[in-house]
């Protein structure tokens, strides 16, 4: 299996930036892709960003242009960098692993933006 750890979540205006992070062990040879979702309460997880392990990226459009994602493979860490946040944006965040007969999911972290 592979375990995901997350970080960088907090409370953040409209208009500002977070960082979130994703760290991987475990079978990490195993992983094709790693992505971020994130879920508001009585909503199904949504994906938001997903990167391949040959370096292809995918948006959901309403990130497009604010939100990028980016694999650092030799420390098996996955980033999403989050500029110009919006009310909307406001969920917790989910960090995702797909490989071979295997996924795994983070805990969750929290984002929250409000004035």
């Known amino acids: 299996q592979v375990q995901l750890v997350e970080s960088g979540g907090g409370l953040v205006q409209p208009g500002g930036s977070l960082r979130l992070s994703c760290t991987a062990s475990g079978r990490i040879f195993s992983v094709n892709s790693m992505g971020w979702y994130r879920q508001t309460p009585g909503e199904p997880k949504e994906l938001v960003a997903v990167a391949t392990t040959g370096g292809g990226t995918n948006y959901r459009d309403s990130v497009k242009g604010r939100f990028t994602i980016s694999r650092d493979n030799a420390k098996n860490t996955l980033h999403l960098q989050m500029n110009n946040l919006k009310p909307e944006d406001t969920a917790v965040y989910y960090c995702?692993?797909?490989?071979?007969?295997?996924?795994?999911w983070g805990q969750g972290t929290q984002v929250t933006v409000s004035s």
């Open positions: 995702n692993a797909v490989g071979v007969l295997i996924e795994s």
